[in-house]
């Protein structure tokens, strides 16, 4: 158990409206990432941080913007929603293994809806 | 692009069997992970391998990385319902990709 937490759980919310996913860790990690999950693609990495204020694009970040304005959160906010944004959404973080290597823990996922 | 192709999609097999999964790639990495992943939780890291050829072996899992780095297997021994879920590869170099996953249902 890394100590992360993603509220809200589930979303539904409606086409062009915000929304905002939060990721919460306890264990004061530098680098903490946003993936999206759908079937057929596995994980895909939205955006990262690795550090309060210093965040890089991901993979499919378009339509997507984050912050973090201190270690523990991590914010992902969809300015206005659409329907291919329906997904599942999981919050990382980085622990040191051997030395340069890293190994991935995952928040318990946030299920949106964009009707 | 998947640049990670696991193999197969989904798999369905009877408590005691034995099953092997594939993780395939084009790409070397410097380590390869399996994550295990139940409905409505985030993936849970069951190995990372680093060494071209090594083999892990976490009770009746066993897992191997390609001489070249490229591909990686996962073996269970005796599956149980236990064993269900979605096991996904990722591999690590700059970033890390991950699989679409192999999606296993043991029966009992």
């Known amino acids: 158990d890394a100590g992360i937490t993603q509220s809200p759980r589930h979303k539904v919310t409606e086409t062009g409206t915000p929304v905002t996913l939060r990721c919460h860790q306890t264990?004061?990690?530098?680098?903490m990432y946003w993936y999206r999950q759908d079937p057929g693609h596995g994980l895909r990495l939205i955006h990262y941080s690795y550090g309060v204020k210093d965040t890089d694009k991901g993979e499919v970040s378009d339509g997507y913007s984050v912050s973090r304005s201190k270690t523990e959160d991590f914010l992902l906010t969809l300015e206005s929603a659409t329907s291919s944004q329906t997904s599942v959404y999981f919050c990382?973080?980085?622990?040191?293994?051997?030395?340069?290597?890293?190994?991935?823990?995952f928040g318990p996922g946030t299920r949106l809806t964009v009707l | 692009t998947q640049l990670l192709e696991q193999s197969p999609q989904f798999l369905s097999i009877q408590e005691g069997e034995n099953l092997t999964v594939y993780c395939n790639s084009s790409?070397?990495?410097?380590?390869l992970q399996w994550y295990r992943q139940e409905p409505g939780e985030g993936p849970v890291l069951l190995v990372t391998?680093?060494?071209?050829?090594e083999v892990k072996k976490l009770k009746r899992l066993t897992f191997q990385f390609g001489d070249a780095r490229k591909d990686s297997s996962l073996h269970i021994t005796a599956a149980q319902p236990g064993d269900t879920g979605l096991y996904l590869c990722a591999g690590v170099d700059n970033d890390m990709r991950f699989g679409a996953g192999t999606r296993l249902t043991v029966k009992p």
């Open positions: 391998v680093v060494t071209g050829g």
């Open positions: 790409s070397v990495f410097s380590s």
């Open positions: 990382a973080i980085s622990k040191p293994w051997l030395a340069g290597r890293y190994e991935q823990f």
């Open positions: 264990e004061n990690h530098r680098y």
